[in-house]
């Protein structure tokens, strides 16, 4: 009935995985992960995408996970395979997306025994995952699954926090590893004497009620008190996936604070902004220039939220304001590197945004600090609509949020399209989820990271990324294929690493040009014919955006790539820059 | 004159580099590493290969300290980017291969603190570096300086071994990365009050003189008598780069035993091989099947140097022996997963043979023994040579060895290639440098490891590759262009995991086809244009070595896809095994 003990646990692990209401996994081809991956297979209620590149995947598994709130099991054999998930893992410490990775491994007496594909894989990844266990050996015994049922269960609850994170199995197989039947492996009559180590519960093992951090009523009403006082205050959200726009916006309906909302906070576009009497931000990259604030009475109080924000000039405005800066951060981890914050609020910021909402009658800031921010940001975007029908890389941004699909996802990479989306991304009332990796803000994983972001619901994918972006991770586009995703990618191609113009190595060529901007002259094209993409170059913004309104009527993948000259394209930021300042200091 | 302290820093690292004779360094661009990449680039007596993909470029590393036997440095900004090292890393460390890793990391201060593209860089590889340092903040002081050069010394002879193996150096730098001048930051003066910190020695600052472990008098002559009196002794070279093959081969000589040696082990093709009176096999991995070497005495003693060999034919036979089974291993590692092993030598193996033939006066071995092996491996390839004609997998491994340009370099992907160099790839006089990544035998990174390797001679290379692996590392192929490096790539495409066949879960399918196998259908050919090589599809034997020797007389790369049927391949390679077995038990 059951043929092995390896049968037993990989089936104990996936009922687990799916009673905990996980509808899919990543799962790469090998052999020592074989229990898993036959578990996984004849599980009608799991959907497995098969990734053959490692790194992919675990960045697939962690881009779903970022739309989902859940994680996407990831299952790979044992040796390097573990090693190529590692730059995934560590995003999503950093960015607190759940993973829950399953590493084979050879059973403990063959490790560090020169056994084939065998390394030590404990504690493979260090401090950046929530939770490690190496797992017992597979056995018919009634405590050890049951145990190993809890430690699914925890690994899970554990991964989705707060705070959320990777959380690592790593499990032991000895063969035969194939569902190969072995008298007596698994007694008969097993599941009938042990039906809760065989079957588990109808749900799941144990079902988490996670708490999550609430200030105490003083505090809260302290915090209240503060706000209430406070003349010019603001709402900083950083890029995340955790935030509540509503709970944002409610606060900031309440006492009148403009929000300063990054492209990736998930409180610049949506539907909570047709609520009245909010000011969303968008502009303040180029607007909070010292050149134009410095004439603004400085903030007195600023609520954080999020991660740190995207834009250096926010995070100088803020460095140098003075203000009281409050952190609320419900892990309790320090995230201002400018080392201005005064306060921190380990609490849960959605709810707090709420409660102290709830603590204010009416708008108590004052209504000139509000019209500076309504009027800065009304200018900013006038001013930036006419200078987004030229092409250059910050129209591209402008445009594909501009025009994305309401509702749609939208995944942007780092380097300079979240720059640029940071910049000329104008607040929109669409409801478009807006992803990037902006935990270590690496350019790996980015193809593979929104594609699985994509596959998480029916809605249009939009990517937009770079040329080195894209072919770093160029394996992630085997997913279009092979897990069904359908995507437009918008590909600045500025041949190399642009954003190093914006950095002072621009001036010393040689080593910029060959050591840091690398020209590469990749032509992308004949990607299409590998991995079963259109691919159309544009060259104007007219062409682009027509292209762009095709590949969003149409099913399938398209390529639109944009050739761009990145030093054109930091010199046109530039000039807007300096007309935007010269504009709104008036 | 020195614009400041971290240009300082980063030419006192390249200085050592340079000093210690290392010629060349992998750069993947980034900002924070900019005063690494500076020095580098404006050393003339070191070249830059760089790679946009921090994975290809630390198996591209690998691939050349592989063939030169020295570390090439590797260099990447903070965050994950060096998480991309990890699984180059692990390959290294159990391959035994010297690496230098040298990552940029954010200063102590903003480390932890939500800044911008900064991960917990320390001990990021755990136990699979033989050293970590994070080097202190850079300094124009005198100590400082001297314990920098002493520190890259040190990290340059930790990697060169014995055992070699990777070393990690993180590196933090604060702004400006850049040579900017920045007064007074580096005292006028300096260099003329230290020189010794501010230029270092003529040569490194310190010489290592590295012992390797040789046993005591008593020990060698205990051996040598055991060896002496065996009268069915065996050398089993496993897969090595350190291994010489003069060595093994006077220790052969002197003692008639038979050598089986692994297409990896350095032992199996090379002018040794021209040296009268050696057996040396490579058909073994077919003929000591249990049918055909039931029939013969056991050995008595095995003398084993370098890896566990890829063949578990060999691995059986040796478990199944009951003979003394000497592992010589410099590090006194464990490598021996059939724990059959009775002694362990800790000492160098190729002195140690040198040292033990000069203690035997001539051939001990039973002159019987010596013929099974030497019949047993005539008749193998006759019968081998009559089946390598029509196309499949074996006969095109077999091909691409034995018309493998002389000399040359041919690199071996992990999967069935090496699988079927072990048992088609027939030992040659040819000056062979054959290498595969057997410390982990993952199948990522090797098209990077065989450019790294050709990258470090002028003779050609070759490497025989799998679809799965080509397009785990297609990134690898930017190096064709950037680093000027041409190859003869035979690419055996058998549409997914052809070794699969070879497991017992082929028996179960589902989910056999969709997980295991995993046919991806790629078609390749594109690749050609994306990154500027030939791609040629053929259908014969006769064909593929028509290509095989065009490729090998014309400069540029080549690919030469050959489109098999695993399964058919499989059942052929089958098939040929029940005819050496038939006609070998005779």
């Known amino acids: 009935m059951i043929p092995n003990r390896n049968v037993l646990w990989g089936r104990a ?23 898993l991956t036959v578990a996984f297979a004849e599980h009608n209620g799991i959907d497995v995408f098969s990734h053959l590149d490692e790194r992919s995947s675990a960045f697939f598994a962690l881009g779903r996970a970022k739309a989902t709130g859940r994680p996407t099991p990831l299952v790979c054999t044992s040796g390097t395979a573990a090693a190529n998930f590692h730059p995934a893992v560590i995003e999503a410490s950093q960015a607190r997306v759940p993973l829950l990775l399953l590493t084979a491994d050879r059973p403990p007496e063959l490790r560090d025994s020169g056994a084939n594909q065998t390394i ?44 959320p994170g990777p959380v690592h199995l790593n499990v032991p197989f000895r063969k035969p590893l194939e569902p190969t039947e072995i008298p007596d492996d698994v007694p008969e009559g097993f599941s009938e004497r042990f039906p809760l180590a065989a079957e588990g519960r109808d749900g799941p093992f144990v079902s988490p009620l996670s708490g999550a951090p609430t200030l105490d009523r003083t505090d809260r009403e302290a915090l209240g008190e503060a706000i209430r006082t406070a003349d010019r205050g603001l709402i900083v959200a950083g890029p995340s ?27 610049r576009f949506g539907t909570h902004l047709a609520r009245e009497a909010l000011v969303v931000c968008g502009g303040y990259d180029s607007y909070l220039d010292e050149r134009v ?42 995230r201002e590197a400018r080392f201005s914050a005064s306060d921190l609020a380990v609490a849960d910021p959605n709810r707090l945004c709420r409660a102290l909402a709830g603590q204010v009658d009416g708008p108590t800031v004052d209504p000139d600090w509000r019209e500076r921010f309504s009027e ?17 890389e910050g129209a591209v941004l402008a445009q594909a949020f501009e025009r994305a699909p309401d509702p749609g996802t939208v995944f942007v990479s780092n380097s300079m399209p979240v720059r640029d989306a940071d910049r000329f991304a104008r607040p929109r009332t ?51 294929s092979r897990c069904g995703v359908d995507a437009t990618v918008v590909l600045v191609n500025n041949d190399g690493g642009g954003i190093f113009h914006l950095l002072p190595i621009e001036g010393f060529d040689p080593p910029f040009t060959d050591q840091f901007k690398t020209p590469h002259g990749l032509d992308f094209e004949p990607l299409g014919d590998l991995y079963g993409f259109a691919f159309e170059r544009v060259e104007s913004v007219e062409r682009f955006t027509e292209a762009y309104r095709e590949s969003l009527a149409n099913p399938g993948t398209q ?26 200091r008036g």
Chains 1, 2 share one sequence.
């Open 241 to 267: 996936d955790a935030t509540d726009p509503t709970a944002v916006a409610e606060l900031a309906a309440a006492t009148g604070f403009p929000v300063l909302a990054d492209p990736l906070s998930g409180v």
């Open 120 to 163: 030590d894989q404990e504690k493979l990844y260090g401090d950046a995952v929530r939770w490690y266990r190496d797992l017992p050996e597979p056995e018919a015994d009634d405590r050890k699954l049951r145990s190993l049922r809890t430690d699914v269960s925890r690994a899970i609850w554990t991964a989705e926090g707060p705070p």
């Open 559 to 584: 390529v639109i790539e944009v050739r761009v000259e990145s030093e054109a394209s930091h010199r046109t930021r530039e000039a807007i820059h300096e007309r935007v300042v010269s504009t709104l």
């Open 13 to 35: 692990i996936v009922d687990e995985v799916a009673k905990a209401g996980l509808d899919a996994v990543c799962i790469s081809p090998g052999s020592r992960s074989t229990p």
């Open 293 to 334: 604030v410095g004439r603004w009475s400085d903030p007195d109080l600023v609520l954080r939220v999020g991660a740190p924000p995207t834009s250096k000039t926010l995070q100088f405005f803020l460095r140098d304001s003075g203000a009281r800066q409050v952190v609320v951060d419900p892990a309790g981890e320090w």
């Open 430 to 480: 669409a409801d478009l989820a807006v992803f990037g990796n902006r935990g270590a803000s690496g350019i790996d994983g980015v193809t593979s990271s929104a594609l699985g972001a994509g596959s998480a619901s029916e809605d249009p994918l939009v990517l937009v990324t770079g040329d080195v972006a894209f072919y770093h991770d160029a394996n992630g586009l085997l997913a279009l």
């Open 376 to 392: 800065a940001e009304t200018g900013y975007w006038e001013l930036i609509e006419g200078e987004t029908d030229r092409l250059f």
